[in-house]
């Protein structure tokens, strides 16, 4: 175990989390972050779901885990090859930069759906069309308002914008986007109480703990009305506000409505990294996701020797999911190094 | 006018731009638990007066949220009132309360059934 | 329309640069009967292009097959027979006047495409009933997609420009691309059937302003069956009613149409709505006029309207012709071919009709 390394691709919740527990057990670990900073998807988020926790206190910890001397984090830097060279794994970015280490973890983690795909929406197009993420930043700001710097007096959000849609190639459901639409718009009500707020959905999938009870309260304490139906056209009206149309599918009627914005909950989509590393080492999956040796038990091995995997680079996971599963892939590695 | 042998057809949109929406918060403020409502429709699947006529508590409650209050109060008309509803709702929705005071708030708005 | 760009560069297709065979539509030439020639003159006279105008072409069977008349097998064969007319003449790029067609053409060739044994099948057919071989044409393209392609080329010839003289702003017009040209298959559209470009980029280039209202996207009112059956029309009038409702507001100077329905139901339409309702949905009474996009481009080319076949439109063209500024002699308007007066339309109750001047 002596003198023994790790290289983590990614410095997201998994890669930090599990460069964590790897430095913790005296281990040399590399982490490499193709961005300038680390934290991942994390760094775009005010407040977390169900409850309401601050983001800002989870990066605080990221950055005091990175202090860990065992730990040399790399930012800037794009892992573009991965490969097994004898008893160790190599990651190059490009020809510059090498780094070798006794095992790799794969933490490249996700990216969020490019909502411009979904053509018929009108993101990129109509300005009061936004995304989840969008609505994260202008939270940060303290104020949510329409392009024309108005306070709206009516938002939708629209569950499965690149999730659960044959259309855009994608099948499965990201799991985050339900809650994250009942947690935005409560966090819509608390600051603008007497605006409506309208949620369209396929399917509520309240499947977290705590999830269902929010998904209550937001009906009952914030008056949030949930539409079963998804929304099939936005188009600008005239003021610049975003005309819908869905089936209210529980009446069976058509129906139509005008909102200040329209928030598109995106959903998780593998990101580049996850995607090409895999292909490279033949652990690629479904989606462009990669593929663990099997889900009982050896979810963060691969059939790759000394490859592992952790976080949303296999699908889609909550935080506190990705957490658990980066400390389990960190036992994995441990495991691992004793044997070579 | 000539004849044209049709008419323009009216749109069968709910259009919430228009519709009454505002109404409901009425019903809400006298029975809470109506927010509550998911549309399960146990209630409609337990109701004695469904399984006899047309009567469906699910969709007239549907209806009155979606401030569509035509022909509401003759459908409530069809209601016992036994509270078997009440019964079953897994969100603890006060059904038979909803009825009660769908009645009440019709009624103010001048919305009544068909006397006889 | 700039931020529509990025879908724009996704959805540009091949269209063929010359030697073209045209197939007619059905309809226009009754009901907008300059269009068609007008086509065939820009491509010739002012582009330089040849183009087979075939008096042995038919129906590629659209109207019986999107009302369920004609079944999917006929199709197939009688647009093999146009196909292989095509052949006979040694042309490959095939081009059919009609939005319908264009749809019918291209889900025939996706279905030869993924199906390969439905096209054995329809040479089979095609074989037994005339005894006809033909060629699967190497590219199609719909005539506006030709003239989007020209669309600079043509500017520099064009007379006028899409500006309102009196303010010299840019006219403001209602693009409507029809049903068949994008919704069966979005690649076959350029720009794509949601944010289409084939005749924005037309109305952008001539110096005029595209309107992007809510229902821009819906469906003209023609929906084939929709208006076949006369019990169904008010379900065709009542959709129309809808798009005219909703571009009214952006006070449009005219509508600019891809489709002989489009054309056809947006303007008639609006006489059977007025008279209906007494409604109109510009501020004169006069209603909003419909061009199809080969008079559109004929009239900035300096063509006589009346050349044009503006004197069968319900909607008067007119008040149009005086904005951009285009020269025309109202005397002439109902005079035909030969040079005689063939007199003049009844006018309807409460459509103005006002000839001008």
């Known amino acids: 175990m002596e003198n023994k390394s790790v290289v983590i691709i990614g410095g997201g919740p998994a890669g930090i989390e599990a460069a964590n527990s790897l430095a913790n057990q005296g281990l040399k670990v590399t982490l490499i972050e193709k961005s300038d900073e680390a934290g991942g998807n994390i760094r775009n988020w005010v407040k977390l779901f169900p409850d309401f926790s601050n983001a800002e206190d989870v990066r605080a910890n990221f950055r005091n885990i990175l202090k860990n001397e065992n730990i040399e984090f790399i930012s800037n830097t794009e892992i573009s090859s991965l490969y097994r060279d004898g008893n160790h794994w190599i990651a190059k970015n490009g020809s510059d930069k090498t780094f070798k280490a006794d095992a790799a973890l794969l933490t490249t983690g996700f990216e969020v759906f490019d909502a411009k795909r979904k053509e018929e929406l009108g993101y990129g197009i109509y300005d009061n069309v936004i995304t989840s993420v969008d609505f994260e930043q202008m939270y940060k700001s303290g104020k949510i308002t329409t392009a024309e710097g108005k306070v709206p007096e009516r938002i939708a959000f629209l569950n499965c914008v690149g999730s659960r849609d044959e259309k855009v190639g994608n099948h499965y459901c990201s799991r985050v986007c339900c809650i994250n639409a009942v947690k935005q718009a409560i966090e819509f009500k608390e600051l603008v109480p007497n605006a409506k707020a309208f949620c369209f959905y396929m399917d509520m999938r309240m499947a977290g703990q705590f999830y269902e009870e929010l998904y209550r309260k937001s009906q009952e304490k914030y008056g949030v009305t949930y539409i079963r139906g998804r929304i099939s056209e936005a188009a600008a009206t005239m003021d610049n506000r975003i005309q819908i149309k869905a089936e209210d599918t529980l009446s069976a009627l058509p129906m139509k409505m005008t909102v200040d914005l329209l928030v598109l909950m995106v959903g998780i989509e593998s990101s580049s990294s996850t995607t090409e590393l895999s292909r490279q080492n033949d652990v690629l999956g479904l989606y462009g996701f990669s593929k663990s040796k099997g889900l009982y038990g050896n979810d963060n091995l691969t059939n790759q020797h000394g490859l592992f995997l952790a976080g949303t680079c296999k699908r889609p996971l909550t935080l506190p999911e990705t957490f658990a599963d980066a400390r389990s892939a960190a036992i994995e590695i441990v495991k691992y190094l004793k044997t070579i | 006018m000539k004849n044209w042998g049709f008419k323009i057809s009216q749109p069968r949109i709910l259009d919430f731009d228009t519709a009454d929406l505002e109404s409901y918060s009425r019903l809400v403020e006298k029975v809470p638990s109506a927010h509550r409502c998911l549309m399960c429709g146990a209630c409609t699947a337990t109701c004695s007066a469904n399984v006899h006529t047309e009567f469906n508590f699910r969709n007239t409650h549907l209806m009155f949220r979606r401030g569509q209050f035509d022909g509401l109060a003759d459908e409530l008309d069809k209601c016992m009132l036994c509270g078997k509803c009440k019964l079953v709702c897994p969100r603890g929705v006060n059904t038979r309360a909803i009825i009660y005071n769908m009645r009440i708030v019709l009624s103010d708005m001048n919305y009544k059934s068909i006397e006889l | ?357």
């Open chain 3, 1 to 357: 329309m700039t931020n529509k760009k990025h879908f724009w560069n996704e959805y540009q297709k091949d269209i063929a640069d010359d030697n073209y065979y045209y197939e007619r539509s059905c309809i226009r030439q009754s009901f907008f009967p300059g269009s068609e020639t007008t086509f065939l003159r820009i491509l010739r006279d002012e582009l330089g292009k040849t183009i087979i105008d075939d008096q042995n072409q038919h129906t590629c069977t659209g109207i019986g097959y999107h009302s369920d008349v004609v079944q999917f097998d006929t199709t197939m064969t009688v647009c093999a027979r146009l196909f292989s007319l095509m052949s006979d003449k040694g042309l490959k790029n095939f081009v059919p006047s009609c939005v319908t067609s264009f749809g019918v053409f291209a889900e025939v060739f996706e279905t030869w495409n993924h199906f390969p044994e439905e096209l054995e099948k329809t040479r089979n057919y095609l074989r037994k009933a005339t005894g006809r071989e033909f060629k699967v044409p190497e590219n199609i393209a719909h005539p506006s997609d030709i003239i989007y392609k020209n669309r600079k080329e043509l500017k520099a010839k064009m007379k006028y420009q899409l500006v309102n003289r009196h303010t010299g702003k840019p006219l403001r017009v209602v693009e409507h691309i029809g049903c068949h040209y994008g919704k069966i298959f979005s690649k076959h559209a350029v720009g794509g059937a949601e944010f289409p470009q084939v005749l924005a980029g037309m109305i952008e280039e001539w110096g005029g302003e595209v309107i992007d209202y809510p229902e821009r996207r819906h469906c003209c009112g023609f929906g084939f069956r929709q208006y076949l059956v006369m019990a169904n029309r008010g379900y065709s009038v009542a959709n129309t009613q809808k798009k005219f409702e909703s571009m009214s507001p952006y006070k449009p100077d005219f509508v600019l149409t891809n489709c002989p329905g489009c054309t056809m139901f947006m303007d008639r339409w609006q006489y059977t709505i007025a008279e209906m309702e007494g409604k109109t949905y510009d501020e004169n009474g006069m209603g909003i006029p419909v061009l199809t996009y080969e008079e559109l481009a004929g009239l900035l080319l300096g063509y006589n309207p009346w050349d044009l076949g503006f004197q069968v439109h319900q909607v008067q063209v007119e008040p149009l012709l005086d904005k951009i500024g285009i020269e025309y002699d109202p005397s002439d308007k109902f005079v035909g071919k030969s040079g005689k007066f063939l007199g003049e339309p009844e006018k309807p109750e409460n459509l103005i009709v006002d000839y001008g001047k």
